[in-house]
């Protein structure tokens, strides 16, 4: 069974960072891909970053590149996104997800998801 659990979340002041945790269970990193998505109010959910354990590539959405960073650390099961420069568009829950078939096009497990709230 793979589950998902997301740490890290929090408030912070625009221009400040935050690294969110995602702790996985249940699957091989190398046969999954394994993002990120948000959901602010109002808003359609975004994926913000994933990489894909069969190209082995990473990718972000526009709105975070060069401010975002995905990493995964295979022995700890955990894969992180270290959030820089931080604006308060930013501000929403951020979901860990899985896509079982390795390629970044469709999630279908979910964390419970993690608060972040950039103020002005």
């Known amino acids: 069974e793979v589950q998902l659990v997301e740490s890290g979340g929090g408030l912070v002041q625009a221009g400040g960072s935050l690294r969110l945790s995602c702790a996985a269970s249940g699957f091989i990193f190398d046969d999954y891909a394994i993002g990120w998505v948000r959901q602010a109010p109002v808003k359609e959910r975004e994926g913000v970053s994933c990489i894909s354990g069969r190209h082995g590539i990473t990718n972000y959405a526009d709105s975070v590149k060069g401010r975002f960073t995905l990493s995964t650390d295979n022995a700890k099961n955990t894969v992180y996104l270290q959030m820089n420069s931080l604006k308060p568009e930013d501000t929403a829950v951020y979901y860990c997800?899985?896509?079982?078939?390795?390629?970044?096009?469709?999630?279908?497990?979910w964390g419970q998801g993690t608060q972040v709230t950039v103020s002005s």
């Open positions: 997800a899985v896509d079982s078939l390795g390629y970044c096009l469709g999630y279908n497990h």
